[in-house]
């Protein structure tokens, strides 16, 4: 079983930065993928971003914008979210696999985190 806990959340201005954590348990972290998910009210849970290894995945509307990275010594995964947009508020989830293989797709993750509120106002 592994827990996830997001932190980093809050209300921002367009054109601003946040960084969002997800702190794991577990003792073998760095095996997991990794991915970030969003959901706005009354639409579907999106793909962000994942990573597995060193290898990272984005979402075309988040390209060049937000980037994922790890600290497997802390077994945090981080979201670095500069330029944000309004249309970025969303609830924020964190999900992991313990499992081989990386995805965008929400059905392949079995772990998720509680979800962090980031609102950009414009």
């Known amino acids: 079983q592994v827990q996830l806990v997001e932190s980093g959340g809050g209300l921002v201005q367009a054109g601003g930065s946040l960084r969002l954590s997800c702190a794991a348990s577990?003792?073998?972290?760095?095996?997991?993928?990794m991915g970030w998910f969003r959901q706005a009210p009354g639409k579907e849970r999106q793909f962000v971003t994942a990573?597995?290894?060193?290898?990272?995945y984005y979402a075309d509307s988040v390209k060049g914008r937000f980037t994922i990275s790890r600290d497997n010594a802390k077994n945090t995964v981080y979201l670095q979210m500069n330029s944000l947009k309004p249309e970025d508020t969303a609830i924020y989830y964190c999900?992991?696999?313990?499992?081989?293989?990386?995805?965008?797709?929400?059905?392949?993750?079995?772990?998720w985190g509680q979800g962090t509120q980031v609102t950009v106002s414009s």
């Open positions: 990573i597995k290894w060193s290898n990272t």
């Open positions: 577990g003792r073998t972290f760095s095996n997991y993928a």
């Open positions: 999900a992991a696999r313990t499992a081989p293989g990386i995805s965008n797709d929400t059905n392949f993750y079995a772990y």
